[in-house]
Each structure stands twice: as structure tokens, then as C-alpha cells.
């Protein structure tokens, strides 16, 4: 992921971008969350949708990254990274 | 991961910049009916150009304008909001040597033009129309949907001076086959296998003298993050097919495959019947999102604010997919009763037509202000939300709570 991260940096990185100021919340699956999500968009993306979405929600929002948009996450990483935004930017639980 | 920005000015600290942060995040987006995660993480910031928007996401780069801005007609290009999907923008640079490709199988001859040729071949032509994002409103939707969560501000007006599509579509020839025109602009994904931002419009709807090319926004060139050199304009259709920064067109006997068409921009068939349908790209349940529906925003007075019992104006902006705007009314009851608001000047029937109403006679404490509007065909703004899972066309009058003193 370290990799990714790299080539991230060096492709996409625009100019007037200030998202180093944009920190996740703390947890296990925060770095593997931030590394990999932000090899394609700041990781904003998900405090705007923090909140509402019930784990199936989430689940689709991973499973559309990994499928259409092509994000290449092993299946393995993206189940740490789903029970880190369910965790964390999940809906409450009722 | 550090990540760092031209923002994140040399020499400048980092408590510094905390506080900053602190004073620009407050109150931005305050609206109860925003998703919690919104209100806490959206900022006011400048991007290159542009004065101070609302942030919703830096990469790629999603920034709303503020709802006071929207007291006139006129949507200035330092207050127009900016919308990506791909995180790789084209910077000044690499647009010196841009050039508009036109072909696909359904154009009789290939072209390729420079912005002097399409200055200097075709008939110039203007238009003064809303860019509203599909997703405007968005992050009202009732339950909350994925996605940006747009305020109210993914909008603007403004004058576009181009050319005609038909005119350029002429040029190259249409074949008898062709059934859409796709766009293609200099905005790339980051990743290869992320699917490019294409975009396709019936041929119908690319032959109609209204949709031009522009390169002017207001008068001057298009700002970069607006789509500069060239972006397509489609009066009264969504901002989804707007495209910026355009390079191709292709003539397509064949519907799109795009994702951006096929799985993204669908609304369920039937629930916002278009004045002409994109059968097309119509599936079995789902149909493109196009047409504009009525609305209306109130940019003044802003919600919390105190206004004086002698009496205070309610300014907005009302708009639609086309048709013009017939009439506005305001409530300063909760929707109890309703008077006309009047009309400002009418700049076309696809522009924000500005409303005014001096409010008087209200009793001191908290007062709702709701503003609800007609359009010329005759269409009115929803009393209930037309629920969608892409959070689309919420046009459901939005109140604005102020103290009367």
C-alpha cells in the first residue's frame, strides 16, 4: 500500500489541494483506511458521509470503489477497511 | 502521510493554521437537515481564482457556493461552484496546445479544431442559463443517500458565449445513424480502470440551436475549475452533462456504455417525466437524469438571523428547467399564508430570476420563512420529497428560522 500511496502522490496531487489538515478518527484500521482511500480522493469523502450509513451502505460504497472505480484492494483489506467505516462513520446504532 | 498543498503556505505554522481552521469551519454548513459528518467537516476556503466557497471534499475538488451569494441573478465567477468526479485536473499548463476532436462513427469526416477556429468559423451565440448540479440538495435528502452532500449552493447563473453544437456537428457531418453525441474532457481518473467521465446527450437535444460550446463565462474566459478552455452548455438539462475542459465529441450510432450514463445520474423512470425523454440510455427502471425541476432558494435573510419588526426583505433566486419562471410566493407564517413576492429582471427563460418581498407585520419571536415556486409551464415545487437513492431534483420549499425583533 506504501506503493500506491507513492504513485498517488506523484500523479494526482493537485496544486491547491489542503487535505494533509484532513485526519480520520483514531482506531485500528485508520492508517489501512487513509492509504488506501486516498490513492483516489481526499479523505473528506468520508466525514461528509459520516453518520447515516448502515453497514450495507458502507458495504456498497467499498464494493463500488473495488468494482467499477477499479480500486485495486485486496478482499482482505477492504473488510478492515469496511468494519473501520462502520465503526467509526457508521450510523448509530439503534 | 504527508500530503502538502500550495494552501499550506511556506513559513506558516501549524498552530496557526489550526486556528484557522477552527475559525473557517464555523457555521459553514449549519443546516440541521445536513448529514452530521457534513456539518462538522465542511470549511470555507478559496480555491486559485475563486473567492471563499464551501469545501465538501479537497481531491477531487467539490466546493459549494454560499447561499448569501445568491441575491442577484448573476452567479459571479469567483462565487461559481466547482465539481469534479476525477481526481486528475488538467493545471493551465497542460492545456497550452488543447485542441476539440469531433468523430465517431456516426460523423461523416473527422475535424479538429483550435479555439481561434471555432471563434472564426461559426456564428457566436450566447445564452444566459442555470449550471445546477444533479446532486444539488443532495445532502437534504430524507433518509440521507450517499454521495457529495450538497447544500443548496451547487448552482450558479451565468452568461455563456460559444458556439453551437449543431453548428460544429454540421461541420463534420451527421450520419442518418447517429442517435447520441458523447463528450470527453481533459479530466482524467487517477487510476486507469476507473472509468473515464463521458458523457452523451440525444441528438436531438445536441442539434437544438440552445446547447453551445463555451469558452465565456460572464464575459470572460471560463475560469480553469469551471472548464476552461471549452465546456459544453446544455440549458435546462443538469450539470451532469456540462462537460468541462472538452477535447472530444464523438457521433455515436450506438447508446453510450459509460458508467457516468449506464449506472451513475439514474433517477427511477416515470418519477420526473422530462419534456424529451433520452430513451436511449432508459433502462427497464431507471432513466438519465436531464431537466432541471422548479425551485427556489432564499438567499436573505439567512437562517438564526435577527430581523426587525418594521419590516425586512426576503431576497432569493427561482429557477427551472426551461420554462422560465412564472411566480414566487413567500409565507412568513410556516407556510400558513402565502404573498407574491415580486419578480426582478427576466435575463431568459433558462436564468435565476431573482424574487423580492418586503415582510411586515410580523409579531416578535421566531418567525419560518418558506419561498415556493411556479414556472411558466406550470409546474410546482413539491410539498413532499420525491425520494430517489441518488438524493436527485429535491425541489421541497426549505425553511429559514429567523428572530424577529
Known amino acids: 500500500m506504501k506503493h500506491l500511496v507513492g504513485v498517488a502522490l506523484l500523479v494526482s496531487m493537485p496544486a491547491w489541494a489542503d487535505e494533509a489538515s484532513v485526519t480520520l478518527k483514531p482506531g485500528p484500521g485508520a492508517d489501512v483506511t487513509a492509504a488506501n482511500c486516498a490513492t483516489c480522493h481526499s479523505l473528506d469523502y468520508i466525514q461528509i458521509n459520516g453518520g447515516f450509513m448502515p453497514e450495507a451502505t458502507w458495504k456498497a460504497e467499498v464494493a463500488k470503489m473495488r468494482g467499477p472505480f477499479g480500486a485495486p484492494i485486496e478482499a482482505a483489506l477492504a473488510d478492515e477497511i469496511l468494519a473501520y467505516l462502520v465503526k467509526h462513520y457508521g450510523a448509530p446504532a439503534r | ?405
Open chain 2, 1 to 405: 502521510m504527508k500530503r502538502r498543498g500550495v494552501l499550506r503556505g511556506v513559513g506558516a505554522s501549524v498552530a496557526a493554521l489550526s486556528a484557522a481552521k477552527a475559525a473557517r469551519a464555523a457555521g459553514v454548513l449549519t443546516d440541521a437537515g445536513l448529514p452530521e459528518g457534513t456539518r462538522a467537516s465542511a470549511t470555507l476556503e478559496a480555491l486559485p481564482g475563486k473567492n471563499k466557497l464551501v469545501k465538501l471534499t479537497y481531491r477531487p475538488p467539490n466546493y459549494e457556493t454560499p447561499v448569501s451569494v445568491f441575491r442577484t441573478a448573476i452567479t459571479a465567477n469567483a462565487d461559481f461552484f466547482v465539481r469534479y468526479h476525477l481526481g486528475d485536473i488538467p493545471d493551465m499548463a497542460a492545456l497550452k496546445d488543447w485542441k476539440l476532436s469531433i468523430g465517431g462513427d456516426a460523423a461523416e469526416k473527422p475535424l479538429t479544431f483550435t479555439l481561434n477556429d471555432l471563434k472564426s468559423r461559426f456564428p457566436i451565440a450566447e445564452v444566459t442559463s442555470v449550471c445546477q448540479c444533479s446532486g444539488n440538495r443532495r445532502g437534504f435528502s430524507e433518509p440521507h443517500v450517499p454521495g457529495v452532500q450538497w447544500g443548496s449552493g451547487a448552482m450558479g447563473n451565468a452568461r455563456w458565449t460559444g458556439v453551437r453544437l449543431k453548428d460544429v456537428l454540421a461541420a463534420a457531418g451527421v450520419k442518418a445513424g447517429a442517435l447520441e453525441v458523447a463528450f470527453d474532457g481533459a479530466d482524467k481518473p487517477v487510476i486507469q480502470a476507473t472509468p473515464d467521465f463521458i458523457k452523451s446527450i440525444p441528438l436531438a437535444m445536441a442539434q437544438s440551436a440552445d446547447v453551445l460550446l463555451a469558452w465565456n463565462m460572464n464575459g470572460v474566459a471560463l475560469p480553469l475549475l469551471n472548464g476552461f478552455p471549452l465546456r459544453v452548455v446544455v440549458p435546462g438539462w443538469t450539470a451532469t452533462y456540462w462537460v468541462k475542459h472538452l477535447t472530444t465529441i464523438d457521433v455515436r450510432s450506438k447508446p453510450s456504455e459509460n458508467f457516468w450514463m449506464q449506472k451513475a445520474y439514474r433517477v427511477p423512470k416515470n418519477m420526473f417525466p422530462p419534456e424529451l425523454a433520452f430513451l436511449t440510455q432508459e433502462d427497464a427502471n431507471t432513466a438519465p437524469i436531464t431537466d432541471i425541476v422548479v425551485n427556489s432558494l432564499i438567499a436573505a435573510p439567512a437562517p438564526g438571523a435577527r430581523v426587525a419588526q418594521g419590516g425586512f426583505d426576503v431576497q432569493g433566486v427561482a429557477w427551472d428547467g426551461g420554462s422560465g419562471i412564472k411566480s414566487v410566493e413567500v409565507s412568513a407564517d410556516g407556510g400558513k399564508t402565502w404573498k407574491a413576492a415580486s419578480l426582478g429582471q427576466d435575463l431568459g427563460r433558462f436564468a435565476f430570476r431573482t424574487f423580492n418581498l418586503r415582510v411586515t407585520g410580523t409579531a416578535a419571536g421566531e418567525a419560518t420563512i418558506l419561498a415556493r415556486a411556479v414556472s411558466q409551464r406550470g409546474e410546482a415545487q413539491a410539498d413532499t420529497l420525491k425520494f430517489n437513492p441518488a438524493g436527485y431534483h429535491n425541489n421541497v420549499p426549505r425553511a429559514v428560522s429567523v428572530t424577529v425583533a
